[in-house]
């Protein structure tokens, strides 16, 4: 039983990504996905409470290696810099950008999704992993006490989110917005104790 569920799960989210890709995100609806993938809508609301739940899985298979990544960060706390180990997770993430920038317009666009509440309580997912992080660098001292990690993480995540946001500046157009080190630089001023 619990095989078959994982294949229609999997079938599910096979079958998201295809008609994303197809259609986008504002067109893709529970009841196509379920069609396509030759189940009632029924069984979606079964194995996703939602559909952006559904689009968020679909991200985040999609883009395994950075979620791999990203789970390891909080380990990274106390080794190379606060500054490194963040422009190397910001990067990391910026990679999402494609997928996940589409899907934040869906969700102010598309009424079904706009209905979606954050979960309460702790970031789930990559925001999640980088609040852990701030929270071990906070306590070997590496980031100021007073500041909340869920907070850091969203300030972080809004900035790279920012970033992606402006049109890509053509080759031979000296760039204006800052690199992602210089972005964590800015940031890091606010986070780090003054001695650091």
């Known amino acids: 039983?619990?095989?078959?569920?994982?294949?229609?799960?999997?079938?599910?989210?096979?079958?998201?990504?295809?008609?994303?890709g197809e259609l986008g995100y504002a067109k893709t609806t529970t009841r196509a996905i379920a069609q396509a993938a030759g189940v009632a809508e029924g069984t979606l609301y079964r194995h996703f409470p939602d559909k952006a739940t559904l689009f968020v899985e679909a991200i985040m298979?999609?883009?395994?290696?950075?979620?791999d990544w990203i789970d390891g960060l909080p380990a990274r706390a106390g080794t190379a810099t606060v500054a490194a180990n963040l422009?190397?997770?910001?990067?990391?993430?910026?990679?999402?950008?494609a997928d996940i920038l589409p899907l934040e317009l869906a969700l102010l666009t598309d009424p079904e999704l706009a209905r979606v509440a954050p979960p309460a309580g702790a970031l789930p997912g990559p925001p999640g992993r980088l609040?852990?992080?701030?929270?071990a660098e906070q306590e070997l001292g590496?980031?100021?006490p007073d500041v909340d990690p869920?907070?850091?993480?969203?300030?972080?995540?809004?900035?790279?989110?920012?970033m992606a946001m402006s049109p890509p500046l053509p080759p031979d157009v000296p760039a204006t917005l800052p690199s992602m080190?210089?972005?964590?630089?800015?940031?890091?001023?606010?986070?780090q104790p003054p001695d650091a």
Do not use: W
């Open 150 to 162: 869920e907070h850091g993480a969203v300030v972080l995540l809004s900035m790279l989110f920012g």
């Open 142 to 144: 590496r980031l100021r």
């Open 61 to 67: 298979r999609q883009n395994q290696h950075v979620v």
């Open 131 to 135: 609040a852990e992080y701030l929270r």
């Open 1 to 20: 039983m619990a095989t078959r569920g994982t294949a229609t799960r999997t079938k599910l989210v096979d079958t998201a990504i295809r008609l994303v």
């Open 181 to 191: 080190a210089e972005a964590v630089d800015m940031v890091l001023r606010g986070l």
């Open 87 to 97: 422009t190397d997770c910001l990067t990391q993430l910026a990679g999402l950008r």
